[in-house]
């Protein structure tokens, strides 16, 4: 058959016995579309939904799950509020800051509606532990920014047969899909019939590393939780077997087919992720090995007058934000075309930093590659020299 042109599903969930005169109040506006209606709405009152993170694509989709009578919400999260997460993360406030994210949420969610159940897991979800939390659930939603977890959160709902809606953001640009190996009429397909691989370590920023438009979050995380109405309601056309990409700069919706891959190995136990996606490249890895110092270190070197070219690799805009007395700026970009290696000066130990260390690692490979043997890193990057050295530095 032609894949996935017109796929429609049976209902996730069974309806509720009951609504109560409460609920019928508050859903009302649900109740009197014909697609949905009370049997539908019921179906949303039994549904158990999973939501991986309560961060900018949790945090959007928390609310409207919950404000559409989801019976029961799962929010696995072990993160606490921060002042930088309040640009996305609409879940939280001004006074959540320091807070459990995971209690600030559920705060949130029973204050929009005093109905649902919260069940709060306030854990890092591992290979151990997310078979068996999944199989408590009908439905997983993962937003998660990192691609150990992302492959963890699919591999997991594949041994638990379990369906969920994925989403990601960068800067202006967001992408959504439903994954569900166990789909009926042999329209399965998993996460790794999109992504088969990870991409290459340090290739793909992270939004900490890149940045995301706050606002994009509502944006996908909409998406996601429509998704997940769909499928436990079964109306409507889920993106199973579709990705869907969102260019918010030219305000542009498409969506691109995608089909079972024969190649792809059948999923029969959980791995190591952080292992299988890496941090960083082997290469970088193993020049960091033993040229990786220490911001304490570091400022020895400094005060000691030794020659060195302390040298900047991240991007001009976070330049702007901060940066280390005394430091020269040279992306990292500029290093991989080689156009930088003819600025670095023989006579001086070049010595890197990123924000967090990830980057200027990559980097060091290609330093030393080109042989300068004496390079070195700085540990944690400009994160770890603020919060030892300069505390009161401004962060991003």
Same mark, same amino acid.
């Given at each position: 058959?032609?894949?996935?042109?017109?796929?429609?599903?049976?209902?996730?969930?069974?309806?509720?016995?009951?609504?109560?005169?409460?609920?019928?109040?508050?859903?009302?506006?649900?109740?009197?579309?014909?697609?949905?209606?009370?049997?539908?709405?019921?179906?949303?009152?039994?549904?158990?939904?999973?939501?991986?993170?309560?961060?900018?694509?949790?945090?959007?989709?928390?609310?409207?799950?919950?404000?559409?009578?989801?019976?029961?919400?799962?929010?696995?999260?072990?993160?606490?509020?921060?002042?930088?997460?309040?640009?996305?993360?609409?879940?939280?406030?001004?006074?959540?800051?320091?807070?459990?994210?995971?209690?600030?949420?559920?705060?949130?969610?029973?204050?929009?509606?005093?109905?649902?159940?919260?069940?709060?897991?306030?854990?890092?979800?591992?290979?151990?532990?997310?078979?068996?939390?999944?199989?408590?659930?009908?439905?997983?939603?993962?937003?998660?920014?990192?691609?150990?977890?992302?492959?963890?959160?699919?591999?997991?709902?594949?041994?638990?047969?379990?369906?969920?809606?994925?989403?990601?953001?960068?800067?202006?640009?967001?992408?959504?899909?439903?994954?569900?190996?166990?789909?009926?009429?042999?329209?399965?397909?998993?996460?790794?019939?999109?992504?088969? *691989?990870?991409?290459?370590?340090?290739?793909? #920023? $992270?939004?900490?590393? %890149?940045?995301? /438009?706050?606002? =994009?979050?509502?944006?996908?995380?909409?998406?996601?939780?429509?998704?997940?109405?769909?499928?436990?309601?079964?109306?409507?056309?889920?993106?199973?077997?579709?990705?869907?990409?969102?260019?918010?700069?030219?305000?542009?919706?498409?969506?691109?087919?995608?089909?079972?891959?024969?190649?792809?190995?059948?999923?029969?136990?959980?791995?190591?992720?952080?292992?299988?996606?890496?941090?960083?490249?082997?290469?970088?890895?193993?020049?960091?090995?033993?040229?990786?110092?220490?911001?304490?270190?570091?400022?020895?070197?400094?005060?000691?007058?030794?020659?060195?070219?302390?040298?900047?690799?991240?991007?001009?805009?976070?330049?702007?934000?901060?940066?280390? *007395?005394?430091?020269?700026?040279?992306?990292? #970009? $500029?290093?991989?075309? %080689?156009?930088? /290696?003819?600025? =670095?000066?023989?006579?001086?130990?070049?010595?890197?930093?990123?924000?967090?260390?990830?980057?200027?690692?990559?980097?060091?490979?290609?330093?030393?590659?080109?042989?300068?043997?004496?390079?070195?890193?700085?540990?944690?990057?400009?994160?770890?020299?603020?919060?030892?050295?300069?505390?009161?530095?401004?962060?991003?």
């Amino acid at each position: 058959m032609s894949a996935n042109l017109d796929v429609s599903l049976p209902p996730l969930v069974e309806p509720a016995a009951e609504l109560t005169r409460e609920e019928v109040t508050r859903y009302s506006r649900h109740l009197i579309i014909p697609d949905v209606g009370v049997i539908g709405q019921k179906r949303l009152k039994n549904a158990k939904v999973l939501v991986i993170g309560a961060g900018g694509l949790g945090s959007p989709t928390l609310l409207y799950l919950a404000a559409a009578g989801v019976g029961t919400i799962g929010i696995v999260e072990f993160d606490v509020v921060d002042e930088s997460n309040l640009q996305r993360q609409i879940i939280h406030g001004q006074s959540d800051i320091g807070k459990s994210k995971a209690q600030s949420a559920k705060e949130s969610v029973l204050e929009i509606n005093p109905l649902v159940t919260v069940n709060l897991h306030e854990f890092r979800l591992e290979p151990d532990n997310a078979v068996e939390l999944f199989s408590q659930y009908d439905l997983i939603l993962d937003g998660t920014d990192n691609f150990a977890t992302r492959y963890l959160v699919n591999d997991a709902a594949v041994l638990a047969g379990k369906p969920y809606v994925w989403g990601s953001i960068y800067r202006f640009e967001g992408q959504v899909s439903v994954f569900w190996e166990d789909a009926p009429d042999g329209l399965g397909l998993n996460y790794r019939d999109l992504y088969p *691989e990870p991409p290459p370590p340090g290739m793909v #920023p $992270s939004c900490a590393e %890149g940045g995301v /438009l706050g606002i =994009l979050c509502a944006s996908i995380a909409s998406v996601m939780g429509t998704e997940a109405i769909k499928l436990i309601t079964g109306i409507g056309e889920p993106l199973l077997g579709r990705l869907m990409v969102y260019d918010a700069l030219e305000m542009s919706y498409r969506t691109i087919r995608i089909r079972k891959d024969p190649a792809t190995p059948k999923i029969t136990e959980l791995i190591d992720y952080e292992a299988f996606c890496g941090v960083v490249s082997d290469e970088a890895a193993a020049a960091a090995a033993d040229s990786t110092i220490t911001p304490g270190e570091l400022k020895e070197l400094i005060d000691s007058g030794k020659p060195l070219a302390l040298i900047d690799v991240r991007e001009p805009v976070e330049w702007d934000i901060n940066h280390i *007395e005394g430091a020269e700026l040279i992306p990292k #970009p $500029s290093f991989e075309s %080689g156009d930088a /290696l003819a600025k =670095l000066a023989v006579d001086r130990t070049p010595v890197l930093y990123c924000k967090t260390g990830i980057r200027s690692a990559e980097v060091l490979a290609i330093v030393k590659k080109a042989g300068f043997s004496d390079a070195m890193h700085l540990q944690g990057g400009i994160v770890a020299w603020a919060k030892q050295l300069e505390p009161d530095m401004v962060m991003y």
